[in-house]
T-cell receptor, first 113, second 116 residues
Framework: AQSVTQPDIHITVSEGASLELRCNYSYGATPYLFWYVQSPGQGLQLLLKYFSGDTLVQGIKGFEAEFKRSQSSFNLRKPSVHWSDAAEYFCAVGRRGDYKLSFGAGTTVTVRA | GAVVSQHPSRVICKSGTSVKIECRSLDFQATTMFWYRQFPKQSLMLMATSNEGSKATYEQGVEKDKFLINHASLTLSTLTVTSAHPEDSSFYIC????????????FGPGTRLTVT
């Protein structure tokens, strides 16, 4: 069975600073990987996804993520955060065949002025 | 494109009553819809998977008689919480998948259910 670990429960970052959110997965085959963002009381918005090919993936809102098979990681990065990036971020891995997603516990990002 | 709506966004009901939540794909046909439950400050827990025209598949530990799911068309799935109790209070989120080999799920905005 697949699983996702997001080691950081809460990260505080200054506006304009860089951000990196960690995600490690466990899956027996080539994973399908996703990063979603959730604002308070809202649904999830897809930031980016990795299915195959180039291991550095560009997403929306200036985010990118890098798939590292050797480290079973799919970390999310943004070079310069904006106050509007304050939200909950979820990493997810897709299971082949039944299309289900398993989510990590999430990382709360707080942006200070 | 790929917009999923949920209705209602918030609902308060009394203990013992039933409440229905609708999930619609507005601009695509959803072969599969998923229902999640999210507790405060926690991740999403998959409750069930529904495919159009067939019975929903429930995750282990989810009571299928309490959480009735119907996927009557390619654009609509409903979740009915029957005989609701305060412990059913939660944030319910649906997602939809277009079909084929697509793994991408499009999420609705969620429904906040409060049972008094």
């Amino acid at each position: 069975a697949q699983s996702v670990t997001q080691p950081d429960i809460h990260i505080t970052v200054s506006e304009g600073a860089s951000l990196e959110l960690r995600c490690n997965y466990s899956y027996g085959a080539t994973p399908y990987l996703f990063w979603y963002v959730q604002s308070p009381g809202q649904g999830l918005q897809l930031l980016l996804k990795y299915f195959s090919g180039d291991t550095l993936v560009q997403g929306i809102k200036g985010f990118e993520a890098e798939f590292k098979r050797s480290q079973s990681s799919f970390n999310l990065r943004k070079p310069s955060v904006h106050w509007s990036d304050a939200a909950e971020y979820f990493c997810a891995v897709g299971r082949r065949g039944d299309y289900k997603l398993s989510f990590g516990a999430g990382t709360t990002v707080t942006v200070r002025a | 494109g790929a917009v999923v709506s949920q209705h209602p966004s918030r609902v308060i009901c009394k203990s013992g009553t039933s409440v229905k939540i609708e999930c619609r794909s507005l601009d695509f046909q959803a072969t599969t819809m998923f229902w999640y439950r999210q507790f405060p400050k926690q991740s999403l827990m998959l409750m069930a998977t529904s495919n159009e025209g067939s019975k929903a598949t429930y995750e282990q530990g989810v009571e299928k008689d309490k959480f009735l799911i119907n996927h009557a068309s390619l654009t609509l799935s409903t979740l009915t919480v029957t005989s609701a109790h305060p412990e059913d209070s939660s944030f319910y989120i649906c997602s939809a998948r277009e079909g084929g080999t697509s793994y991408e799920q499009y999420f609705g905005p969620g429904t906040r259910l409060t049972v008094t």
